[in-house]
Nanobody, 129 residues
């Protein structure tokens, strides 16, 4: 089975940066999308960013565009989320997830939790004021 392990979370002041990593084992990433989601206390889990593994096409929620960058390293089977200009409202547990892109077409599918069936354990990101 696919295993996802997130790391890189922590405490940072507003305006600071963090880079999250998600190491993947158990399967190659051909025809897969990797996504980052986050869940703040008392809130629903929401989409943050995603990448199509084969093409490198990226997707972002509007609130993080220009601040966050998702990328992947094929050789290391790792996906990253570089987060710059962090804001207190970015505070959440961040989860990486994997899903198949076979048969998918629109960006709405990439941004939907329903596409993803493998999930990591989450890593805490806390942004102080």
């Amino acid at each position: 089975q696919v295993q996802l392990v997130e790391s890189g979370g922590g405490l940072v002041q507003a305006g600071g940066s963090l880079r999250l990593s998600c190491a993947v084992s158990g399967r190659t990433f051909s025809n897969y999308a990797m996504g980052w989601f986050r869940q703040a206390p008392g809130k629903e889990r929401e989409f943050v960013a995603a990448i199509r593994w084969n093409t490198g096409t990226t997707y972002y929620i509007d609130s993080v565009k220009g601040r966050f960058t998702i990328s992947r390293d094929n050789a290391k089977f790792t996906v990253y989320l570089q987060m710059n200009g962090l804001k207190p409202e970015d505070t959440a547990v961040y989860y990486c997830a994997a899903g198949s892109t076979y048969g998918s077409t629109g960006s709405w599918q990439i941004k939907s939790m329903g596409l993803y069936y493998y999930w990591g354990q989450g890593t805490q990101v806390t942004v102080s004021s």
